[in-house]
């Protein structure tokens, strides 16, 4: 019996949560998770708590199933937590986890609190899919639920080219390919494809990047204002980070948008040995080494300028 089985057992009802702005790694475990219930153990009871997740995966089995409304009280035998370091990620559906009988986080940030009761986290993994796929029994694990895992991979290792990726990672890869899952078409769909306003304000944020340290950092930005104009949502900022991130003599990318008045969502990136994962910790983030976020208030210039000093630690 696998760890994830044995975990179910006296277990009628459970909740399955993921950070805020859920991405491929959060969507793909939750619903992974999901689907091998429904699957294996129909008697117990799952909801999938998540904020609105992007609709180009719903290619997902039971992505349709997904609950964005917290207003629920039910209290839960099990809340089985994904993909978060720290509760504070889980927005409105941390009360999912702290009315909840037992808790279990599985997850494979280095910046992991072990905030449940049981804690299953593996930094060295690629993704919080990869963990989770070893707690389930690899003979059980049908092409739906390849396919959710699958998206999880590729989404945290940018389709296999993160330094995230192991040996261990790509096998995984190659068995879920064996369950018949169609990985060309997951690839492209949810990782490459975008519409015609997400190549707009892709090509807005490339064009007014900037920078600094003598070319080692680059950052850019986009306003809320902006946001409206082109009538975009964070999760239609995708990609943004990783076309800063190749610039050319850059060892520190970072794009930032503006969720509310002067409040900005901070993804950063490193191609050094630049550890971002500390400089979005202090300032209340988390993430790894070579990719982390965080949310900071104040002007553009002030967010980068605090930044900077934290970057420029490292750099020296």
């Known amino acids: 019996m696998s760890f994830f089985d044995e975990m179910l057992e006296d277990v009628k009802t459970v909740a399955i949560i993921g950070h805020v702005r859920p991405d491929g790694d959060c969507v793909g475990s939750c619903l992974a998770a999901y689907n091998y219930l429904e699957e294996h153990h129909p008697e117990v009871e799952a909801v999938v708590y998540l904020e609105t997740p992007p609709a180009k995966f719903n290619y997902l089995r039971n992505f349709d199933r997904i609950v964005s409304d917290f207003s629920e009280n039910k209290e839960y035998d099990l809340c089985l937590c994904l993909d978060s370091s720290d ?66 991979i590729i989404h945290d290792t940018g389709v296999f080219k993160y330094d995230c990726t192991s040996r261990k990672t790509m096998e995984i890869a190659g068995r879920l390919m064996e369950k018949g899952i169609d990985f060309p078409k997951i690839i492209d769909d949810s990782f490459y494809r975008k519409t015609y306003i997400q190549n707009q304000i892709l090509g807005r944020a490339l064009l007014e990047s900037i920078t600094f340290h003598n070319g080692q950092c680059i950052f850019s930005a986009v306003s809320k204002k902006d946001m409206d104009f082109y009538g975009v949502t964070g999760a239609d900022m995708d990609g943004v980070i990783d076309h800063l991130r190749i610039t050319e003599g850059v060892v520190c990318a970072i794009f930032m948008y503006e969720t509310s008045c002067r409040e900005y969502k901070v993804s950063l990136r490193s191609t050094t040995d630049l550890d971002v994962s500390k400089i979005a910790v202090y300032f209340g983030g988390g993430g790894h080494k070579k990719a982390a976020g965080c949310t900071m208030t104040g002007s553009v210039h002030d967010v980068i300028n605090n930044l900077s000093n934290q970057i420029v630690k490292q750099l020296n």
Do not use: M, P, W
Not at 112 to 124: G, M, P, S
Not at 144 to 151: G, L, P
């Open 87 to 152: 509760t504070l990620r889980f927005g409105e559906a941390l009360k999912f986890l702290t009315t909840a009988k037992k808790s279990l986080c599985v997850d494979h940030h280095v910046t992991n609190l072990r905030y449940a009761i049981k804690n299953i986290v593996q930094d060295d993994a690629s993704s919080t899919c990869e963990v989770l796929y070893g707690l389930l029994d690899e003979s059980r694990i049908s092409r739906e639920v390849a396919e959710c895992i699958y998206t999880g």
